[in-house]
């Protein structure tokens, strides 16, 4: 694999870095902080991002998006990173609209993935719990079957930007038990769904998260996201791809104190 970037994704780095530059100073994020933001982010900046095509840069352009590699969307990551720019990139994209692009139907992918191209639809995944210490397969939540759909039962925590997501994507058991990595079902659930409640908290790094209690909320059979008791496997790869691009961005934080030291 080559590594050095290409022209247009030069240009494209260049292009990020005075977005970054110009439009959010550390001021910029501090001042959200402070003045505990309901959204934690502005979304006048998603959607000049949107606009920039940065939100659907591996997104399919019969869904809105540019069609472009993931190289593409480091490059644009890395440059966030260096400003700590809070706006949804890692909840929408490459949490929501990954497990979508890579489970979903195409009837999913025609309702969600254009809107979420056009910044107009932000996604949460909400796949831990308190339980869970980290292993991604440690699903207690429950989906039973209800009158030819589901009934979902539980508690997820640390559900990045999901009080301002819409729909939630939720990890549930579908059969199995607790650790098992098969009997897992990701489904496509309505913030304002009876029986959902969304309870905002701020993470130390000032980053929004989410508490997302189920009580008995009732979804259809079509709000499930790729094969029933297959969600384990889907999870796994939609996590993959996002480390790599939290890795990116954590990378232009680095770079950007490192810059500033030397300074």
């Not at 934080?253 to 030291?261: G, I, L, N, P, V």
């Amino acid at each position: 694999m080559d590594l050095a970037l290409s022209e247009e994704q030069e240009l494209l780095q260049q292009t990020a870095r005075e977005f970054v530059a110009g439009r959010s100073s550390l001021k910029r994020v501090r001042a959200l902080r402070d003045a505990a933001d309901p959204d934690g982010f502005s979304r006048k900046l998603w959607q000049e991002m949107a606009r920039l095509g940065w939100v659907g840069i591996v997104l399919p352009e019969q869904h809105g998006g540019l069609g472009l590699g993931y190289m593409e969307l480091m490059v644009v990551m890395e440059e966030l990173g260096r400003g700590l720019m809070p706006e949804p990139i890692v909840s929408t994209v490459l949490l929501g609209a990954n497990a979508i692009l890579l489970g979903g139907s195409e009837a999913q992918k025609r309702e969600y993935l254009p809107a979420v191209a056009g910044g107009e639809r932000l996604l949460a995944l909400a796949y831990q719990e308190p339980r869970s210490r980290y292993a991604i397969h440690h699903v207690e939540t429950a989906a039973e079957r209800a009158g030819g759909g589901w009934a979902l039962g539980g508690e997820k925590i640390q559900v990045l930007d999901g009080q301002v997501a819409d729909p939630l994507i939720v990890s549930a058991r579908t059969s199995g038990g607790p650790r098992d990595a098969a009997g897992i079902t990701l489904f496509l659930v309505p913030r304002d769904a009876p029986g959902v409640t969304v309870t905002r908290q701020v993470r130390l790094d000032s980053r929004s998260i989410a508490l997302v209690r189920l009580d008995g909320v009732r979804v259809g059979p079509e709000t499930a996201l790729g094969p029933v008791d297959g969600g384990g496997a889907l999870l796994a790869r939609t996590l993959d791809r996002a480390t790599v691009g939290l890795t990116a961005e954590m990378l232009g934080s680095m770079t950007a104190a490192f810059d500033m030291t030397i300074e």
